[in-house]
Structures are given as structure tokens and as C-alpha cells.
């Protein structure tokens, strides 16, 4: 059985999200990041990173990061393309959200990454917000007109979900963005959503 190494409200929700809708039965740890818990050595053994989600297969090899994991289980649970293109698609979209909408994100919560001098602190975080949220108004464009977005449903909309739930966080005007509003209660009408929602505590409306 597979166990996924998450920690509530970060972006190993996608990763939760995406064994929720699988009919298979999986094991899950919390790994509280506020305390520290990604650094223990014992988390270190399983995922040298530092970092969440980490899922261990039934063999016991351990995939990290977004990137490898969502194609992973996409590909296992009939939740990704099967075509070449639209799988280049998919993978463009996990990737642009690895590497640009997350990290502009992470200028926000974790300043102290981006620099030694706490007084450079505030500049990073209103930069930061202010560059995030102009990535969550290029994916409410990318909503309009359809339900999901590559057509069909896929591992990559439960991660688009998680930057509406960061958008909240930060207190953004998120209805305002009529097409990424009506994406998110979307997926709320999916079971298997509302109960990772319920499970992690995220809040999801202002």
C-alpha cells in the first residue's frame, strides 16, 4: 500500500486529491512543516529534500515532487491524457505551477529564502503577492469556457485548486475571478475533494 507524506493546506493537497479519487487504499502521514517536522532525520531518510509531498510506493521506492508524482498517479488512475500532445500539455501546465505560480507564492511565506537581511523581508513578500496574484488572474483566463483544463478532468486541476486556496489565504480578491470561481466550486462538488478539503482544514472562501 502507498503512503503519502503531506502536510495540510501545501501543495501536496493535489497529490491527495488525485489517491482520493483512485477506488485504492493508501496509507497517509502528516508532516507538520511549522514545527520543523520536514527536517527530523527520520523524515530525511524518506525524503532528503525536506520537503512534501513524498510518496512511497508498495516496493518502497519514494517518488518526490509534483512534477514526477501527479504524471505518476494521473497515469495510474486514468486521470491523464493519453495522447503524446495532450500529455505534453499536462506536463507543460504541472511544470509552469511548479516553477513560477508556486515559487511566487513562496516569496510570500518564505522571505527568508530569498534573503539573509529580515529588513528586504517586506519588499520580497509584496513583490511576491503581488507577481502570484497575477499568475492566479492568467489561470482564471485559462478556466474560461471550459470545466477543466485540459478538456477532461486531471491531476493537474486539483493542483490549479490549491493556488485558489493560497489565494484565500492571502486574502486576495478571489471572486473576482469569476472563472477560477466557478472551477473551485466545481470541484467542491467532487467527493473526492471535499473530503481532502475536510481532512486538511483548507479554507476555501473568504
Known sequence: MATLYYCPGAC??????????SSEKYDSKKINLAQGEQRTPEYLKINPHGRVPALKLDNGEVL???????????????LWPNDPLGEARALSWVGYF?????????HVGRPER???????YPGIKD??????????????????GKD???GNYSVVDPYAFIFYTWGVRRELPMQELKNYAAFKDRML??????????DEKVKVTP
Open 189 to 198: 462538488k467532487r467527493p473526492a475533494v471535499q473530503r481532502v478539503v475536510e
Open 98 to 106: 511548479a516553477s513560477t505560480v508556486h515559487p511566487a507564492h513562496g
Open 114 to 120: 530569498y534573503s539573509a537581511d529580515p529588513a528586504a
Open 64 to 78: 518526490t515532487e509534483n512534477t514526477a508524482i501527479l504524471p505518476y498517479l494521473g497515469k495510474r488512475f486514468g
Open 148 to 150: 477543466w483544463l485540459l
Open 127 to 144: 513583490a511576491g503577492l503581488k507577481s502570484f496574484h497575477g499568475y492566479l488572474k492568467e489561470i482564471d483566463g485559462l478556466y474560461a
Open 12 to 21: 501536496s493537497m493535489a497529490a491527495h486529491i488525485a489517491l482520493e479519487e
